[in-house]
Nanobody, 115 residues
Framework: QVQLVESGGGLVQPGGSLRLSCAAS????????MRWYRQAPGKQRELVAT???????TYKDSVKGRFTISRDNARNTIYLQMNSLQPEDTAVYYC?????????WGQGTQVTVSS
């Protein structure tokens, strides 16, 4: 059974940093495109960053230059390094994978940026 478990969220002041982790289990993930999404209160879930099996990355425009997605295939884990955080980055962050035509989501981790 595929499981995605996020961790690393928390409360941080504007300008601060956090690193989110997503530990995947139940399948091989080295060939899977992995994504981070986020959902702010009252808003739709939005794609933040994508990493291909080969390590190619893409980002939502508003996080380019501040966020970095990476993966460690040996650990079946992806990361989201978030720097220069702003209040508008406040959201629940979700890990996403599509394996054998089935979409999986983690339970989410809350990130709150506030002074």
């Amino acid at each position: 059974q595929v499981q995605l478990v996020e961790s690393g969220g928390g409360l941080v002041q504007p300008g601060g940093s956090l690193r989110l982790s997503c530990a995947a289990s139940g399948s091989r993930f080295d060939g899977v495109i992995m994504r981070w999404y986020r959902q702010a209160p009252g808003k739709q879930r939005e794609l933040v960053a994508t990493i291909s099996s080969g390590g190619t990355t893409t980002y939502k425009d508003s996080v380019k230059g501040r966020f970095t997605i990476s993966r460690d295939n040996a650990r079946n884990t992806i990361y989201l390094q978030m720097n220069s955080l702003q209040p508008e980055d406040t959201a629940v962050y979700y890990c996403h994978a599509r394996v054998a035509l089935t979409t999986y989501w983690g339970q989410g981790t809350q990130v709150t940026v506030s002074s």
